[in-house]
């Protein structure tokens, strides 16, 4: 009989490097996102350095996302 342990499947969480083209509006509105980060006392962020939180933020708050990721996580 094996035991129930509390973690369970432990996933890679190796960065994957990804390539992707952006609207020119897009574009600038990460770059103008970046300087207002710098003007709030932090440092430029360039465009590549915010598309993963704000990915991650934008998924975090999705609702519906939420409830299916959860049933197909059970």
């Not at 996933?11 to 103008?32: G, N």
């Not at 300087?35 to 999705?62: C, N, S």
């Not at 996302?65 to 059970?74: G, I, M, P, Q, V």
């Amino acid at each position: 009989m094996s035991a129930k342990l509390k973690l369970s499947t432990i996933l890679d969480d190796t960065p994957v490097k990804l390539t992707i083209e952006l609207p020119a509006a897009v574009h600038r509105d990460l770059l103008a996102y970046g300087e207002a980060l710098a003007r709030d006392g932090g440092r430029v962020v360039e465009p590549a350095k915010l598309a993963p939180p704000m990915l991650a933020r934008f998924m975090a708050t999705d609702r519906a996302f939420a409830r299916l990721k959860t049933r197909t996580d059970a």
